[in-house]
């Protein structure tokens, strides 16, 4: 593709029959900054510049052998003292290179005792920030340069893919957090030849270090799941439960849980749970490994954010997923958000570590960054990333308070939802702006408003004859669409198709939103782009600044603790010998069409499954 034709677009904004040298020289600048060849113009001008290319390729060339070859003369002769932790630049050797763990032998040098807090944001991508960072400036009216915690802790970006697909999912995602290892999309904490790998989690339990999870989604869900259980795909729920409670392979690695999921802890017998079977793990957990446990705001509240926790302690706030963040700050007397479940467990951790000489290890998830992608309701996910930010700085905090050493660092496993920051309206020209007032207004999710007009038509059904189609779309215009979504320009086509088929009302709800904003999606499903590392920072660091894989990340956690994740892999591949008998069955059948796995809202078997599940009360 020639230089001109991918500015394409930019020209659209220029006088077009301006002075055609002067475009020409601006091209030429281009490439030169670019470093590539402008297109040919005339025959004779063409030659000139083919030798001109040639020439440009020769020196380019030889500036790269030149700079290779002063890179190693400079490892080789660079002087032994500390450096500080190095800028970020292409060129940085630290950066963005395999990582290279110490070797076993330096490991039995015990390093001082040590935190460290591990954060995810699901699903957020470089544009989540952006759209959050000018949302938060323009509802809190602050200036230009007014930062979210996280862009001031911005530390280096990740790349993605897993073993079978340049998309990830969540599960080979964290699975690269938890193990430091690649492996196909759906594996939890196992490698491709669906053998199981020790993680940074339950080697640091083996350590003496005190361990928790804290999401605001499923605790069985992926991401939690890669740190605590071994199962060959991220669906085997039921399963994942039992192990993180301790019936696993290697017993109780986790103390403390905090996050929804409720319903696969629960006996198929018991009202609102999704086990197949008949387990109660609830009562496992309490009588077998010696669980508290909690299920509602009240248990939450005498938690005293921590002050009275006496680990292990599960805590599940709701049947499936933490409502959204936008809808659940309306029912704060039901669910607990994610920063205060993160302040709750930074201090019950660091109460039960203090006479210890080991500190702890947490993950903390801002699981449903995710969902307000996988729906494209940027209303839901700009809120969400905003109580992310929260959590983040909560966790900056502890740290510089704490006594002891620690670290945060946190990133996402892959971006969801093609996000950007801007949408062409079809047939319209490009407009440079996007609209965070849209947004501002809104006071509920797509989600929850989907919610609400599936509960009237259910109320409506079994009082009354249904109510006419123009009676429907009246009511979803004023309660849903003006009150709760901020829209008064809703169009006719909008409300008729909203009261005709109200199943895929979550769609449109969200389309409305977006549109009327400028905010563009490019899928329902997660994307291939670089996402951001975020961290606490300092020397410890500095082996992931840059850009490096997410397998680098999962490889500084465990090295940042000095655990051994491979005795752990020596010791699960001993107690699950030949136990993988759906290995097969399982790879057929999902794994293979995993290079497409269909994520979150494609399995529409679980995902009625969990529309059944969320209960507002
Ligand atoms: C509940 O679980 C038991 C086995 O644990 C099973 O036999 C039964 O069919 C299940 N019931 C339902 C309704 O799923
Ligand atoms: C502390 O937790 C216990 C349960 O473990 C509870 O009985 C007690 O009321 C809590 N204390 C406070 C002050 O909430
Ligand atoms: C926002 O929603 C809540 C209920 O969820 C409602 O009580 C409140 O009036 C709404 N506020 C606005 C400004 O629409
Ligand atoms: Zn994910």
Same mark, same amino acid.
Not at 92 to 105: E, F, R
Not at 397 to 417: A, N, P, Q
């Given at each position: 593709?020639?230089?001109?034709?991918?500015?394409?677009?930019?020209?659209?904004?220029?006088?077009?029959?301006?002075?055609?040298?002067?475009?020409?020289?601006?091209?030429?600048?281009?490439?030169?900054?670019?470093?590539?060849?402008?297109?040919?113009?005339?025959?004779?001008?063409?030659?000139?510049?083919?030798?001109?290319?040639?020439?440009?390729?020769?020196?380019?060339?030889?500036?790269?052998?030149?700079?290779?070859?002063?890179?190693?003369?400079?490892?080789?002769?660079?002087?032994?003292?500390?450096?500080?932790?190095?800028?970020?630049?292409?060129?940085?050797?630290?950066?963005?290179?395999?990582?290279?763990?110490?070797?076993?032998?330096?490991?039995?040098?015990?390093?001082?005792?040590?935190?460290?807090?591990?954060?995810?944001?699901?699903?957020?991508?470089?544009?989540?920030?952006?759209?959050?960072?000018?949302?938060?400036?323009?509802?809190?009216?602050?200036?230009?340069?007014?930062?979210?915690?996280?862009?001031?802790?911005?530390?280096?970006?990740?790349?993605?893919?897993?073993?079978?697909?340049?998309?990830?999912?969540?599960?080979?995602?964290?699975?690269?957090?938890?193990?430091?290892?690649?492996? =196909?999309?759906?594996?939890?904490?196992?490698?491709?030849?669906?053998?199981?790998?020790?993680?940074?989690?339950?080697?640091?339990?083996?350590?003496?270090?005190?361990?928790?999870?804290?999401?605001?989604?499923?605790?069985?869900?992926?991401?939690?799941?890669?740190?605590?259980?071994?199962?060959?795909?991220?669906?085997?729920?039921?399963?994942?439960?039992?192990?993180?409670?301790?019936?696993?392979?290697?017993?109780?690695?986790?103390?403390? %849980?905090?996050?929804?999921?409720?319903?696969?802890?629960?006996?198929?017998?018991?009202?609102?749970?999704?086990?197949?079977?008949?387990?109660?793990?609830?009562?496992?957990?309490?009588?077998?490994?010696?669980?508290?446990?909690?299920?509602?705001?009240?248990?939450?509240?005498?938690?005293?954010?921590?002050?009275?926790?006496?680990?292990?302690?599960?805590?599940?706030?709701?049947?499936?997923?933490?409502?959204?963040?936008?809808?659940? !700050?309306?029912?704060?007397?039901? =669910?607990?958000?994610?920063?205060?479940?993160?302040?709750?467990?930074?201090?019950?951790?660091?109460?039960?570590?203090?006479?210890?000489?080991?500190?702890?290890?947490?993950?903390?998830?801002?699981?449903?960054?995710?969902?307000?992608?996988?729906?494209?309701?940027?209303?839901?996910?700009?809120?969400?990333?905003?109580?992310?930010?929260?959590?983040?700085?909560?966790?900056?905090?502890?740290?510089?308070?704490?006594?002891?050493?620690?670290?945060?660092?946190?990133?996402?496993?892959?971006?969801?939802?093609?996000?950007?920051?801007?949408?062409?309206?079809?047939?319209?020209?490009?407009? =440079?702006?996007?609209?965070?007032?849209?947004?501002?207004?809104?006071?509920?999710?797509?989600?929850?408003?989907?919610?609400?007009?599936?509960? !009237? %038509?259910?109320?409506?059904?079994?009082?009354?004859?249904?109510?006419?189609?123009?009676?429907?779309?009246?009511?979803?215009?004023?309660?849903?669409?003006?009150?709760?979504?901020? %829209?008064?320009?809703?169009?006719?086509?909008?409300?008729?198709?909203?009261?005709?088929?109200?199943?895929?009302?979550?769609?449109?709800?969200?389309?409305?939103?977006?549109?009327?904003?400028?905010?563009?999606?490019?899928?329902?499903?997660?994307?291939?782009?670089?996402?951001?590392?975020?961290?606490?920072?300092?020397?410890?660091?500095?082996?992931?600044?840059?850009?490096?894989?997410?397998?680098?990340?999962?490889?500084?956690?465990?090295?940042?603790?000095?655990?051994?994740?491979?005795? %752990?892999?020596?010791?699960?591949?001993?107690?699950?010998?030949?136990?993988?008998?759906?290995?097969?069955?399982?790879?057929?059948?999902?794994?293979?069409?995993?290079?497409?796995?269909?994520?979150?809202?494609?399995?529409?078997?679980?995902?009625?499954?969990?529309?059944?599940?969320?209960?507002?009360?």
């Amino acid at each position: 593709m020639s230089p001109r034709s991918e500015r394409t677009p930019l020209l659209a904004d220029r006088p077009r029959d301006s002075d055609d040298s002067t475009l020409r020289a601006e091209e030429e600048e281009d490439a030169a900054l670019h470093g590539t060849p402008v297109p040919p113009v005339s025959r004779r001008a063409g030659m000139r510049e083919l030798v001109l290319f040639v020439w440009a390729l020769l020196a380019t060339a030889g500036v790269i052998v030149l700079a290779v070859i002063l890179q190693h003369h400079n490892s080789i002769h660079s002087p032994a003292s500390t450096p500080p932790p190095p800028p970020i630049s292409p060129g940085d050797p630290s950066a963005g290179g395999p990582y290279q763990l110490p070797p076993a032998a330096a490991a039995g040098k015990k390093k001082p005792k040590r935190n460290l807090i591990f954060m995810v944001s699901d699903g957020m991508g470089p544009a989540s920030l952006s759209l959050t960072r000018s949302f938060r400036q323009f509802t809190s009216s602050l200036p230009i340069d007014d930062v979210l915690a996280l862009d001031a802790h911005f530390w280096g970006t990740s790349r993605t893919r897993s073993t079978n697909s340049l998309v990830t999912d969540s599960a080979a995602g964290a699975t690269a957090f938890s193990c430091g290892r690649k492996s =196909y999309n759906g594996a939890i904490g196992m490698l491709p030849n669906h053998r199981p790998c020790g993680t940074v989690l339950e080697a640091a339990k083996r350590a003496g270090f005190a361990t928790g999870l804290v999401v605001t989604t499923d605790v069985t869900d992926a991401t939690p799941a890669c740190f605590a259980a071994h199962v060959d795909s991220r669906w085997q729920n039921d399963e994942i439960a039992l192990q993180e409670v301790g019936e696993g392979p290697l017993g109780r690695t986790v103390d403390l %849980i905090l996050g929804g999921g409720r319903c696969h802890f629960l006996g198929n017998g018991t009202e609102g749970s999704c086990r197949a079977d008949d387990v109660d793990v609830v009562r496992i957990a309490q009588e077998k490994h010696g669980w508290g446990y909690t299920n509602d705001r009240s248990g939450f509240d005498e938690l005293r954010l921590g002050k009275n926790v006496s680990l292990p302690m599960l805590g599940l706030f709701a049947s499936a997923d933490v409502p959204f963040e936008i809808d659940r !700050r309306h029912m704060a007397d039901v =669910y607990p958000s994610l920063s205060e479940m993160a302040t709750t467990a930074l201090t019950a951790l660091e109460e039960a570590t203090k006479d210890s000489d080991q500190g702890f290890f947490l993950m903390i998830e801002g699981s449903r960054i995710d969902h307000a992608g996988h729906m494209n309701d940027p209303a839901a996910q700009v809120r969400e990333v905003l109580e992310y930010d929260k959590a983040f700085k909560t966790v900056v905090e502890f740290l510089e308070k704490s006594d002891t050493e620690g670290i945060l660092v946190g990133t996402s496993d892959h971006e969801t939802g093609g996000l950007s920051t801007a949408w062409q309206a079809p047939g319209h020209l490009p407009v =440079y702006d996007w609209y965070p007032t849209v947004l501002a207004k809104a006071n509920a999710s797509a989600e929850y408003c989907t919610f609400l007009l599936k509960q !009237r %038509i259910a109320t409506r059904i079994a009082t009354s004859p249904p109510e006419s189609k123009q009676s429907l779309a009246d009511w979803i215009n004023q309660e849903l669409v003006i009150r709760r979504l901020g %829209i008064t320009d809703a169009t006719e086509a909008e409300l008729t198709a909203l009261a005709t088929n109200p199943l895929a009302a979550n769609p449109i709800f969200c389309s409305m939103v977006s549109e009327r904003a400028h905010i563009g999606w490019s899928t329902h499903g997660h994307t291939a782009v670089d996402v951001n590392i975020y961290s606490s920072g300092g020397a410890a660091a500095s082996k992931i600044r840059g850009n490096v894989e997410n397998t680098d990340i999962g490889l500084f956690l465990i090295d940042y603790l000095d655990v051994d994740v491979e005795e %752990i892999t020596k010791e699960l591949e001993h107690k699950l010998k030949g136990t993988s008998s759906s290995a097969e069955a399982l790879e057929s059948d999902m794994v293979e069409t995993g290079g497409h796995l269909v994520g979150w809202g494609g399995d529409v078997e679980f995902q009625a499954r969990r529309q059944s599940l969320f209960a507002y009360s």
